[in-house]
Structures are given as structure tokens and as C-alpha cells.
């Protein structure tokens, strides 16, 4: 019986968890605009490491234009997962990159607990960062035009997309495999 439960726990924990944990869910523009709390377009002034509970980056922006709300500040600072201390330092996937000069625009959020460093999280991971040429925002195969005015772009929020629904439908499935499965050990 001891056997079976382990290997229960194993089949667990080294296929549904990774399974449920590793989907990076894909954000349109629209669902960008549309669930940021701010966005902005500037030029990126500095990237500097911190080591506070771990290894980040902060970039500070001076803002060319704010989007979907005014703040009186020249430039936003913001936090990216991942950094450099010496020798050591740590890499995170899906964390954007960004270098001093660049002219870029970022989907940003407001943090739930701000340390006092930083302003904003880019929203989205890499999928919030754009970098800016002859007023187009580009990021890998995908452009849009800087618009003059955001406000209107903001439709409805999107309750739900089609990557959240097939998710939600694999994790369901792989749930029931493993209850067959544990039923077919049990016996």
C-alpha cells in the first residue's frame, strides 16, 4: 500500500504540478491596454542591480508620454526579476530585457507591496515591453502605431481568453487521469 502512494506522489509531482505551473499564457495588445494600470513611452536612462530577497534589476525611464493615466514624474522606475552581483547573479525566463539608451514602450502594473526602489512591474513579463522606432511600438513579429489617445482604446475587460479555457480544460483532463490512475494503483 506504501509503494502505491509513493508512486501516486510521484506521478503528482513530477507531471501535474510542472504541468500547471509552466503555462506562460499569451496577451494580446488589446488585453495589454486593457489590464495595465499605466503605460509609458521613453528612453531608458539606467539599469541598476539591487539584491533584496533576491537578485533584480531597475530600470529607470525617462517618460516621453504617459498613457491611460497622468503621473507627475520625468521617469518611472521599474522592477525586473533577475541581476548581477560580482560573479554571481540569476537569469529569469520571460523577464524583459532592456538596455541604457533603448527607446521602448512598457505595459506597466502597480505592485501590491511597493519597497520603496521602484514604481511599477512591466505587466505582461516580456509581453509588456515594446521597443520604439519612428513611432512604432515592435516586439519580435508584432507592431502597433503609438496612438496620441489610450483612453478610448480601453474596451470591456476580457473575462476570459482562449488560452485560459483550453488550460483550464488539460489541467481538468490530466485531474482525471490521475484519479483513474490512483483508482487503477488502489485496486
Known amino acids: 500500500m506504501l509503494k502505491k502512494i509513493i508512486l501516486f506522489l510521484a506521478l503528482i509531482t513530477g507531471i501535474y504540478i510542472p504541468l500547471a505551473n509552466c503555462a506562460m499564457v499569451h496577451l494580446d495588445t ?35 508620454n ?27 525566463e520571460d523577464q524583459p530585457e532592456f538596455s541604457v539608451g533603448e527607446h521602448v514602450f512598457v505595459f506597466l502594473q502597480i ?16 509581453q509588456g515591453k515594446w521597443t520604439v522606432e519612428n513611432n512604432t511600438a515592435i516586439r519580435e513579429d508584432q507592431s502597433f502605431t503609438l496612438p496620441e489617445k489610450v483612453s478610448s482604446l480601453r474596451s470591456q475587460p476580457q473575462l476570459i481568453n482562449g488560452y485560459q479555457i483550453i488550460l483550464a480544460v488539460a489541467i481538468v483532463g490530466i485531474s482525471l487521469i490521475f484519479l483513474i490512475l490512483y483508482k487503477l494503483i488502489i485496486k
Open 66 to 92: 504617459y498613457y491611460l493615466r497622468q503621473v507627475d514624474e520625468p521617469s518611472v522606475k521599474i522592477r525586473i526579476e533577475g541581476g548581477e552581483f560580482g560573479d554571481m547573479g540569476i537569469w529569469v
Open 111 to 126: 505592485p501590491e507591496e511597493i519597497k520603496g526602489d521602484y514604481d511599477y512591474e512591466v505587466f505582461g513579463m516580456y
Open 30 to 64: 488589446e488585453t495589454l491596454w486593457n489590464e495595465c494600470d499605466l503605460a509609458v513611452v521613453g528612453t531608458v536612462l539606467s539599469i541598476n542591480n539591487i539584491q533584496k530577497g533576491g537578485f533584480f534589476r531597475i530600470v529607470e525611464v525617462e517618460v516621453d
